[in-house]
């Protein structure tokens, strides 16, 4: 983010998601500021940054502290890597009974199926079982043979889902429900709110490259506040090009997030849930919306629906801009909102 300051001095931070960052903003500040705090949660870093000229640092500590702390509260709620979070003992129960969960944890629930149901089963939280298959995070990712694929997908349907008061069921064995395609954009979106209750009127939040920005008095395209470079999904330390924004969210789905390469076929997370394979067609997705979770969730579901479906998906949903990037021929081609190809200025580097 680039904030303009006659007092100013440049703070550099690299934003990571997984082994890859996605996203990169620069900062000009007062040298004693911004208060600056990394970690790591939801499998990615985690950055929490204040800019508020004159903020107490022992008190703005606290305050990120607690964002901290929210960030794994809901991250213990709704990851599905462990068979204690709410998630985790949904799935384990899979054909066996409901479980009572929290009403957060029911509406993110039908926030997944409202999904779903809006890219007509492109977007599916029973995607588990697939995920688990494919385990693109273990030590050794390969292609499953077709036979282990084609078992899960009767279990890929989000329309087995069954919620009845605050329990959720899933009636087969083996299925599985996965909020990863939002849970992080949810849990910026929690600790975004808490700063700004407690009076933080200019901050990032920041998860594996997803980010929420408050800077009061700013709106998303029409503002200066933030400088945002886009990597480049085929050349390791460059950039597509930058564009900068204000309050809002970004995200940026593509298939350099977690990906292998076998037989020189690029295989990556984001899976088509009626082929259970690597969906093709789109390299990568950037989107700015006015809240992270929609930034997170709409990413993945453009990415899923293709290109052309996924920008018209774009252009009539409000409040949000971004682009599109595909291949054609050998080289990449960009697909561009108004707004944001009015923003974006392209890398002198990129073809």
Request: aromatic share 10%; charged share 20%.
């Amino acid at each position: 983010m680039h904030v303009t300051d006659n007092r100013s001095m440049s703070v550099l931070f690299l934003l990571f998601s997984l082994p890859a960052f996605l996203l990169f903003f620069s900062c000009e500040k007062d040298p004693g500021a911004p208060i600056v705090r990394q970690g790591t949660a939801m499998n990615t870093y985690v950055g929490v940054s204040i800019y508020d000229s004159g903020t107490d640092r022992g008190i703005a500590n606290a305050w990120i502290d607690s964002a901290f702390a929210e960030i794994k509260r809901v991250e213990g709620m709704a990851t599905d890597y462990s068979d204690t979070s709410q998630v985790g003992r949904i799935n384990a129960l899979a054909g066996l009974d409901s479980v009572q969960t929290s009403p957060e944890l029911i509406a993110l629930v039908r926030l997944g199926l409202h999904y779903g149901k809006m890219s007509n089963g492109a977007f599916d939280i029973a995607i588990k079982p697939l995920v688990k298959v494919w385990d693109f995070l273990g030590a050794t990712p390969h292609v499953p043979s077709k036979e282990e694929i084609q078992a899960k997908l009767p279990l890929i349907d989000d329309h087995l889902v069954s919620i009845a008061g605050d329990k959720v069921y899933l009636p087969r064995r083996g299925m599985g429900i996965d909020l990863g395609a939002y849970g992080k954009g949810y849990a910026i979106d929690r600790a975004v709110q808490l700063l700004r209750r407690a009076g933080y009127k200019e901050l990032i939040v920041d998860i594996g490259g997803k980010l929420g920005i408050y800077w009061e008095g700013t709106q998303m395209l029409d503002s200066t506040a933030a400088d945002v470079s886009i990597r480049h999904p085929r050349r390791s330390g460059e950039y597509l090009g930058s564009f900068r924004m204000g309050t809002g969210a970004v995200s940026t789905s593509g298939d350099y997030e977690r990906f292998f390469i076998e037989n020189g076929i690029r295989y990556h997370h984001l899976l088509d849930p009626t082929t259970g394979y690597s969906m093709r067609g789109i390299v990568s997705v950037t989107l700015v919306t006015p809240d992270a979770t929609w930034a997170d969730a709409l990413s993945t579901i453009v990415f899923l629906l293709g290109r052309d479906k996924g920008m018209e998906l774009i252009k009539k949903s409000p409040g949000v801009d971004g682009m599109i990037v595909y291949e054609s021929a050998d080289t990449l081609a960009l697909d561009f909102t108004a707004g944001f190809r009015r923003r974006f200025v392209m890398a002198e580097s990129h073809d």
